[in-house]
């Protein structure tokens, strides 16, 4: 049996059927399908949606519609990468960063579940409010339908994103009023800066030689990734292995369970079944 860890939760407001919403992420890199993922050249949010719809499990134990990964927020795809690069122990990104003050590097960590509670109270409504000079209005949160749509649009800069998030009011009455892109832009980045702290994630971080705190912004998503990139040349380790080992073929590797695939392994590092 394949092991499982936790999805994130789904806001309600999300309109995704209770059958397609996702409830569990099957590890990554104990399927041999798992070797079937294009990680190279890949633009990030289709990587995303390719990882997420192939590991997710709904209630009844199938995959989501993939559709249903693209309409996630994009706060939330990312918290469930970083779920997912975890794994059952919750292992936590580790990243280098080094001090502004005194210069000194240090390791900084950063759990799975920690990410998880700093979103936990981000995603409860639908709609973010945000200021345009003494002016009010609501975004609603991008999701990764959203950077599909920029992505296949080849949309560059704040007028395609506005034109898509603004909901009160529309995009186009803010520039009718004379708002300026930039100053649209620059609500939207801080909108998401309060209210979706996965998106543009950053913190501060104190140095254990001097004390001295100093913002950072280390890559969630990237160092998911990169994680899971890993796992799968973990997983190419172990057709290399056996396949040297006993001679199969990719294919007959590929139709052997897990577990007995890691009892080969054990054997063939000599440890007792």
Same mark, same amino acid.
Request: net charge negative; hydrophobic share 45%; aromatic share 8%.
């Given at each position: 049996?394949?092991?499982?860890?936790?999805?994130?939760?789904?806001?309600?407001?999300?309109?995704?059927?209770?059958?397609?919403?996702?409830?569990?992420?099957?590890?990554?890199?104990?399927?041999? /399908?798992?070797?079937?993922?294009?990680?190279?050249?890949?633009?990030?949010?289709?990587?995303?949606?390719?990882?997420?719809?192939?590991?997710?499990?709904?209630?009844?134990?199938?995959?989501?519609?993939?559709?249903?990964?693209?309409?996630?927020?994009?706060?939330?795809?990312?918290?469930?990468?970083?779920?997912?690069?975890?794994?059952?122990?919750? /292992?936590?990104?580790?990243?280098?960063?080094?001090?502004?003050?005194?210069?000194?590097?240090?390791?900084?960590?950063?759990?799975?579940?920690?990410?998880?509670?700093?979103?936990?109270?981000?995603?409860?409504?639908?709609?973010?409010?945000?200021?345009?000079?003494?002016?009010?209005?609501?975004?609603?949160?991008?999701?990764?339908?959203?950077?599909?749509?920029?992505?296949?649009?080849?949309?560059?800069?704040?007028?395609?994103?506005?034109?898509?998030?603004?909901?009160?009011?529309?995009?186009?009455?803010?520039?009718?009023?004379?708002?300026?892109?930039?100053?649209?832009?620059?609500?939207?980045?801080?909108?998401?800066?309060?209210?979706?702290?996965?998106?543009?994630?950053?913190?501060?971080?104190?140095?254990?030689?001097?004390?001295?705190?100093?913002?950072?912004?280390?890559?969630?998503?990237?160092?998911?990734?990169?994680?899971?990139?890993?796992?799968?040349?973990?997983?190419?380790?172990?057709?290399?292995?056996?396949?040297?080992?006993?001679?199969?073929?990719?294919?007959?590797?590929?139709?052997?369970?897990?577990?007995?695939?890691?009892?080969?392994?054990?054997?063939?590092?000599?440890?007792?079944?």
């Amino acid at each position: 049996m394949l092991q499982t860890v936790p999805f994130p939760p789904l806001p309600e407001w999300l309109p995704i059927e209770s059958e397609n919403r996702p409830i569990a992420l099957r590890v990554f890199g104990g399927d041999m /399908r798992d070797l079937a993922v294009e990680f190279a050249g890949v633009e990030r949010a289709r990587l995303v949606t390719s990882l997420l719809a192939r590991c997710s499990q709904t209630r009844s134990g199938s995959a989501p519609p993939e559709q249903a990964i693209w309409e996630l927020p994009i706060g939330t795809r990312i918290e469930a990468i970083v779920a997912l690069a975890g794994g059952p122990s919750g /292992r936590p990104l580790a990243w280098w960063v080094r001090c502004s003050g005194c210069g000194a590097e240090s390791e900084l960590e950063l759990q799975p579940a920690e990410i998880a509670a700093l979103a936990a109270e981000a995603y409860r409504e639908r709609l973010v409010p945000v200021k345009i000079g003494e002016r009010a209005a609501w975004l609603r949160r991008p999701t990764g339908a959203d950077q599909r749509l920029w992505l296949e649009g080849g949309s560059d800069g704040a007028a395609p994103m506005a034109a898509i998030l603004f909901v009160d009011p529309a995009f186009e009455e803010l520039r009718e009023a004379g708002i300026a892109l930039d100053e649209i832009g620059d609500s939207i980045d801080q909108a998401m800066e309060e209210y979706d702290p996965l998106v543009g994630f950053h913190l501060d971080v104190g140095c254990p030689e001097c004390g001295r705190p100093t913002a950072q912004a280390p890559d969630l998503l990237a160092g998911a990734l990169e994680r899971l990139w890993q796992a799968q040349f973990d997983l190419i380790g172990q057709v290399h292995r056996l396949a040297g080992q006993y001679h199969w073929s990719e294919d007959e590797i590929a139709r052997l369970p897990e577990w007995r695939r890691q009892a080969y392994l054990a054997c063939i590092d000599g440890g007792e079944l």
